[in-house]
């Protein structure tokens, strides 16, 4: 009987959960002090629950329960002393601030972020284009105030808004805030960090005049769109160069007003032959030619895709906790377990979709097989496999 390479003496999740160092988890913690008042389930044995909960696509304490039961025998591979039961998992979501899985992401999205870049794009991005948008995740109870009229018959569903920002070259969130559904989007532009030349591109729901203005000063450039309802005053009319998309239909400077008196910004329209649909796009950008400043926008789809990619992958149609805590605990846990599945992604010499990365580690967390060698080529052992068989066939004479 052959040896089989790829069999590691620890399994799946014990090798994702190495990514995360000790030192770290244990020096964020003491920050926080989120370990102050708890003896046993320290914040390590907290997150690695939680990691285990989202990567296996458990909907429920007692399901979670009932699995890392079964695994009675390996949880030192785990890393966790003893087996969390349902009330202390619970007490946890609820009593440990989620700030801690904040600040535990962030450290290994520093730690991490150079192997994020995206080199293999086919366009070329600008540098510090950054594109924020926000995803809505419903909630079965109204825990935080949902959008919408509240229905007639029947109890209104919460729902709580996830503000993202993302650098375009690395696909993960550099910054995210919380906020209830019902909460308008153009109020987290005034929490963005953004340095000087930096572009940020968003949908025209976040459209702020005195914001644009505040930038404007400060040399950050913006790219979005024009509101249906906008009242402007055309001031200029570009030539456009023949060199430039034919898509391109008027490049102009305009007049908008708000309370705080005029800003003249650029107004750029743009007709989309694939989607038979014509668009108008608004930016302090004068440098730029005008179809680039429709393709920055186009970049925009980015953070749509990762939204996709985080709600199918991971468990947020059922929570752990019935508190805006272990709701946010739970979304940190998904967001840091994408982080760790993006890195090994790339990682990987073989290329693979996100999502059949994911069904291949969670169908076989507690499995002891080399995670990297597997990915890498994983029909060797089949094709070695077949190889043999073949020889039999030839040493023995079958047809």
Not at 31 to 59: A, E, P, Q, W
Not at 93 to 118: M, P
Not at 158 to 177: C, F
Not at 292 to 306: D, F, G, S, V
């Amino acid at each position: 009987m052959s040896k089989n390479t790829k069999f590691s003496g620890k399994p799946i999740i014990s090798q994702i959960i190495s990514f995360l160092k000790n030192i770290d988890i244990n020096r964020t913690a003491a920050k926080h002090k989120s370990d102050r008042y708890y003896k046993r389930f320290k914040t390590k044995d907290h997150l690695i629950s939680m990691l285990y909960v989202v990567l296996s696509g458990c909907n429920s304490l007692r399901e979670i329960e009932s699995i890392i039961l079964a695994c009675e025998g390996r949880i030192n591979h785990l890393g966790l002393n003893s087996l969390p039961k349902r009330s202390t998992l619970s007490d946890a979501n609820r009593k440990r601030s989620s700030d801690v899985f904040c600040s535990i992401y962030f450290a290994l999205f520093d730690q991490y972020r150079q192997l994020l870049s995206d080199s293999r794009s086919k366009t070329q991005i600008p540098k510090h284009l950054k594109i924020v948008d926000s995803t809505t995740i419903s909630l079965f109870s109204e825990i935080l105030r949902g959008v919408g009229r509240k229905p007639m018959i029947g109890k209104k569903k919460g729902g709580i808004k996830m503000h993202t920002m993302i650098n375009a070259a690395e696909d993960v969130p550099s910054l995210v805030k919380f906020t209830s559904a019902n909460v308008s989007d153009h109020s987290f532009l005034k929490d963005l960090q953004l340095k000087p030349d930096s572009i940020v591109v968003f949908d025209r729901g976040y459209n702020d005049y005195t914001q644009f203005r505040i930038w404007t000063n400060d040399k950050i450039h913006f790219v979005t769109r024009l509101k249906k309802n906008a009242v402007y005053k055309t001031v200029e009319e570009y030539d456009i160069n023949p060199d430039v998309d034919t898509g391109v239909l008027k490049d102009e400077k305009i007049e908008l007003q708000d309370k705080n008196g005029i800003i003249e910004l650029r107004l750029i329209s743009y007709w989309d032959d694939k989607n038979k649909k014509s668009f108008q796009f608004l930016t302090n950008n004068f440098d730029y030619p005008p179809d680039k400043i429709a393709e920055i926008y186009k970049r925009r789809w980015q953070i749509e895709l990762l939204f996709k990619r985080l709600k199918q992958n991971f468990p947020l149609k059922y929570f752990l906790g019935d508190t805006q805590n272990a709701i946010e605990i739970q979304i940190w846990t998904c967001l840091i377990a994408q982080l760790i599945l993006l890195i090994i992604q790339k990682s990987a010499i073989r290329k693979w979709s996100f999502s059949n990365l994911m069904s291949v580690i969670r169908f076989h967390l507690m499995t002891y097989i080399d995670l990297i060698k597997f990915l890498n080529n994983p029909t060797a052992g089949w094709q070695e496999l077949k190889t043999k068989d073949e020889f039999q066939e030839q040493l023995f004479g079958f047809t």
